[in-house]
Nanobody, 126 residues
Framework: QVQVVESGGGVVQAGGSLRLSCIVS????????MAWFRQAPGKEREGISS????????YYEDSVKGRFTISRDNAKNTLYLQMNSLKPEDTAMYYC???????????????????WGQGTQVTVSS
C-alpha cells in the first residue's frame, strides 16, 4: 500500500521560510518523478515544481522560481520543498505527488501523478 505523507507546513510571516517534507512508502521511490502542487481557497490545484526520478532535473512555476527549491533524497524516500521569501499569495494547502513515467522537468499536470498525500497547510501572514 502506497503512503504519501507531507509535513512541515505552518504559519509564517511574509518574508519567512518553511521547509516541507514528503515521505513516500510502498513503491520504488527512485522510479518516480515527484512534484509539489498547491491549492488556495477557491482556486484550482496547480503544479508549482517537479523533479526527475534521480533529482537531476527540476521545474519551477514562474511564481515560485528563485524562492522555492525542490530536492529529493532517494535513500530516505523523501521529497523536500524549501520555501524562502514567502508571500501572502503563497498561502495554500501544499500536496506532494508521485508519478511513474513522468519526466519531472516540465509543469506538473494533475493527471500525470498517481499517488497523492493529504496535504500540509501553509499560511503566510502580511
Amino acid at each position: 500500500q502506497v503512503q504519501v505523507v507531507e509535513s512541515g507546513g505552518g504559519v509564517v510571516q511574509a518574508g519567512g521560510s518553511l521547509r516541507l517534507s514528503c515521505i513516500v512508502s510502498g513503491l520504488t521511490f527512485d522510479d518516480y518523478a515527484m512534484a509539489w502542487f498547491r491549492q488556495a481557497p477557491g482556486k484550482e490545484r496547480e503544479g508549482i515544481s517537479s523533479i526527475s526520478y534521480n533529482g537531476g532535473r527540476t521545474y519551477y512555476e514562474d511564481s515560485v522560481k528563485g524562492r522555492f527549491t525542490i530536492s529529493r533524497d532517494n535513500a530516505k524516500n523523501t521529497l523536500y520543498l524549501q520555501m524562502n521569501s514567502l508571500k501572502p499569495e503563497d498561502t495554500a494547502m501544499y500536496y506532494c505527488a508521485a508519478g511513474y513515467g513522468v519526466v519531472g522537468w516540465s509543469k506538473p499536470s494533475l493527471h500525470d501523478f498517481t499517488y497523492w498525500g493529504q496535504g500540509t497547510q501553509v499560511t503566510v501572514s502580511s
